[in-house]
Structures are given as structure tokens and as C-alpha cells.
């Protein structure tokens, strides 16, 4: 049985009704040109298929095809940071926002929102209801 590649950090960067990408495709979602792709190819950074296209006699032209999870591994061996440090530089942001900017960046997120918590009461004086 086939074993998935498990990386849930960048799988939403890929679209999900698809398995096989065209150098067209992968170009595009890397935000580089369709040159930049094949060289990948060439050096190994980026496992595919080459497939000769046009005729028998002609066979100069080739298409390369990407699989899904050889993009995900590409993404995951190019990047400069960890998930992990995605979501702390994450965490710190949100921090640094008052209690009213956090609902609300909460509410936007679809997430639950906790009340707004009352304000603190002074001490109340000995023998006093």
C-alpha cells in the first residue's frame, strides 16, 4: 500500500481536485516561469516525468508531468521555516492585539468568541453585602 505524504501545512497551497500538474500548473502555483520548472526537473529538485511529444520523427519536444505529492516535497524542502515557527510568529501578532482587535480577528476566523468579561469590581469593605 502507498504511504501519503503527510504535510497538512502545505497541502492548501495545492488545489485539491487535482493529482498530475502540467509545467504550466507548477509554474504558476510557485509564482515562477515554466523555465524555471523544467530546470528543476533537470537538477532533480523536483521529481516528474518527461514524455517526448510530437511526432516519431521530431521527438524534440517534451511535457513534463508533476505529481501532487513531489510538489508538497519540493515545498517542504525549499522552505526557509518550519510550520512550527509560522505559528509562533503567528501567535506573537495576535498577542500584541487588544482584547477588542482579537474578537474580532477571531469573529472573522469563523472561531468561537468568549464574552466580553466584566470589568473588576473593587474590594468590598468588611461586614458589607
Same mark, same amino acid.
Given at each position: 500500500?502507498?504511504?501519503? &505524504?503527510?504535510?497538512?501545512?502545505?497541502?492548501?497551497?495545492?488545489?485539491?481536485?487535482?493529482?498530475?500538474?502540467? +509545467?504550466?500548473? %507548477?509554474?504558476?502555483?510557485? !509564482?515562477?516561469?515554466?523555465?524555471?520548472?523544467?530546470?528543476?526537473?533537470?537538477?532533480?529538485?523536483?521529481?516528474?516525468?518527461? &514524455?517526448? $511529444?510530437?511526432? %516519431?520523427?521530431?521527438?524534440?519536444?517534451? %511535457?513534463?508531468?508533476?505529481?501532487?505529492? $513531489?510538489?508538497?516535497?519540493? &515545498?517542504?524542502? +525549499? $522552505?526557509?521555516? +518550519?510550520?512550527?515557527?509560522?505559528?509562533?510568529?503567528?501567535?506573537? &501578532?495576535?498577542? !500584541?492585539?487588544?482584547?477588542?482587535?482579537?474578537?474580532? %480577528?477571531?469573529?472573522?476566523? !469563523?472561531?468561537?468568541?468568549?464574552? +466580553?468579561?466584566?470589568?473588576?469590581?473593587?474590594?468590598?469593605?468588611?461586614?458589607?453585602?
Amino acid at each position: 500500500m502507498k504511504k501519503k &505524504l503527510k504535510s497538512p501545512h502545505f497541502s492548501p497551497l495545492l488545489p485539491t481536485d487535482k493529482t498530475w500538474f502540467n +509545467t504550466k500548473d %507548477v509554474a504558476s502555483m510557485l !509564482g515562477r516561469t515554466d523555465q524555471y520548472v523544467r530546470d528543476c526537473y533537470d537538477s532533480g529538485r523536483l521529481p516528474g516525468h518527461r &514524455l517526448a $511529444a510530437g511526432p %516519431v520523427s521530431e521527438r524534440t519536444r517534451h %511535457v513534463y508531468q508533476f505529481h501532487r505529492d $513531489a510538489l508538497l516535497m519540493y &515545498l517542504l524542502e +525549499t $522552505a526557509n521555516y +518550519t510550520p512550527e515557527d509560522f505559528e509562533e510568529r503567528l501567535a506573537a &501578532l495576535i498577542r !500584541g492585539r487588544s482584547p477588542e482587535e482579537m474578537r474580532t %480577528v477571531l469573529a472573522r476566523a !469563523g472561531m468561537v468568541i468568549l464574552p +466580553t468579561p466584566p470589568p473588576p469590581r473593587g474590594p468590598r469593605a468588611l461586614g458589607t453585602c
